[in-house]
């Protein structure tokens, strides 16, 4: 049902401009109607009169179309059987109805025309003849009927067209929202492995400093540098997450660097110099992309972050082996401690497999983890490999 534009508020310029129109087109037609009625015929002086009256009030009821759409037209069409100058009137007030009304409440008033049509030809026969005078009637309300309903479907037209226009655009801000979100989630994760394997890292260093307070002074002085460039880092790995995670949307979202596999070997090297026994053995047949390697990446680091978690000082294998097409398949193995876990061990959210079984998952791949027969703890991934 399409609303009339503006109900129950105040007039635009618009609004009067074609009010103005409505009321002039009522006047001339009226008029029109009025002296073609009473030229040939000889009405009494208070017909005329009374004539002339109903179609001022109906000329000056036009102005209250907008508000009250069917029952002016129905007055005024049930009036301008007995009066000609209202006739105008009438026909802007039909045109109204077939524009902001659906057709249920046109034909009402449409079928009292034609039915009063016969009356009013009786009481204003004119100087034409009784069925060119009907057919004329006809045509003119057809007329009137047909362009009302042309504009109402016109309306309703551009009104659909700018409202799946505004939904679209709803959509898309929503889309773009979303996406800004997942992105920072996505970012978000991916600190969490750095920050978590750096601060794994501070805590190893920190204990060996701890645990041996009588180490030469080169050791400790190796140690605390490296616990100092380890901090540096975790802070800015930190403040770039703070970064992502603050609401800026006119402004670029910071971006953590993104490894690949080249880096596997510094994170390697890495964990070895914080005084980790870690065995790597790879055997690929050619380079791995981008998005492959930053994923294995992330993997091997997980392993290694919770070996240094739950198992320290336990030697680590890392082992990866694929062919395009076969897929990457990676596997961190650690014997697992015996006995009750020390009192240092170094405190964790449980998210970081999770997020790695999600990553796997969302790459196309599956991750397995937990203990083997042989006591070791194992977690194996296999991400797809495309040719």
Partial sequence: MLVPEHAGSKRTTRDWIVDVWCFLAAVVIGAISFAAAHDPQDYPEWFVMWDLLAGTVACLAVWTRRQHPFGLALALMLLSVVSSAAAGAAMVALFTLAVHRPFRQLVPVAVLALVTLPVNLWIFPGDEQYIVNAIV??????????????????????????????????????????????????????????????????????????????????????????????????????????????????????????????????????????????????????????????????????????????????????????????????????RLPVGAAVAAEIPGTGTGIVGLAERASLAGGRLEHGRTEAGDYRLWAWLPWPT
């Fill in 137 to 334: 009637g006809l045509l003119a309300f057809g007329a009137v009927i047909a362009w009302g309903m042309f504009v109402r479907a016109r309306r309703q037209l551009v009104f659909s067209l700018r409202e799946r226009a505004q939904r679209a655009e709803t959509e898309q801000q929503l889309r773009v929202e979303q996406a800004r979100h997942q992105e920072r989630a996505r970012i978000a994760r991916e600190m969490h492995d750095v920050l978590a394997h750096r601060i794994s890292l501070l805590s190893l260093h920190a204990g060996a400093l701890e645990f041996r307070p009588d180490a030469p002074p080169e050791e400790v002085a190796r140690a605390a540098g490296v616990i100092r460039a380890s901090a540096h880092q975790a802070l800015e790995d930190l403040r770039a997450v703070i970064g992502v995670l603050r609401d800026q949307p006119d402004g670029d979202a910071p971006e953590p660097p993104q490894p690949t596999f080249a880096d596997v070997p510094a994170l390697i090297e890495e964990s070895r110099a914080a005084g980790m026994a870690v065995a790597y053995d790879w055997d690929l047949s050619d380079d791995i992309p981008d998005g492959l390697g930053r994923n294995a990446y992330r993997i091997i680091q997980e392993g290694l972050t919770n070996a240094r978690k739950h198992a320290r000082g336990a030697a680590v294998e890392v082992t990866l082996a694929g062919t395009p097409g076969d897929g990457l398949t990676i596997e961190v193995r650690n």
